[in-house]
């Protein structure tokens, strides 16, 4: 079990959204469930999306994601750098310093602020951030890339 840092009430505000996505009731989340969940935050979800950040977040590999597996979650996403670092990042991985990053900086940049997905997870989220379609995401699309 992961060690959190929540409250009783963002614990229980956090159940009910986990429970929304228990769609069973079995107490925990399929793939099926989570693809679900995914899909009504993005439409464009793919099933191979889901597949791989169901495989990055089910840390016993069962196939289903628990509730401590989904506060891991959560408290990633609640602990997400500030601007400033992540502008200091950005900068780091830019090796050419021609203000973009290319798949590979991009990797070592998402690793850095605690992004925790494969590499085949990132390419797809690289691939969705680029929309100039260069092969390379300059600052902002980089920070819309980690939900900033």
Known sequence: MAEHEFSDED?????VV???FDVDGKGTINEMELQAALTALDPNTTPEFAEAVMKNLDDDHDGELSFEEFLDMVKAVKTKPKEDSLLNVFKKHDASGNGTL????????MRETGVKLS???I???????DTSGDG??????FCKLLGR
Request: charged share 40%; proline share 0%.
């Open 123 to 129: 390419d797809y989220l690289v691939n969705k951030a």
């Open 119 to 121: 590499d085949r997870a």
């Open 102 to 109: 290319n798949a590979s900086e991009i990797k070592g940049a």
């Open 136 to 141: 390379e995401v300059n600052y902002e699309e």
């Open 11 to 15: 614990l229980s505000k956090i159940r």
């Open 18 to 20: 986990f429970d929304g």
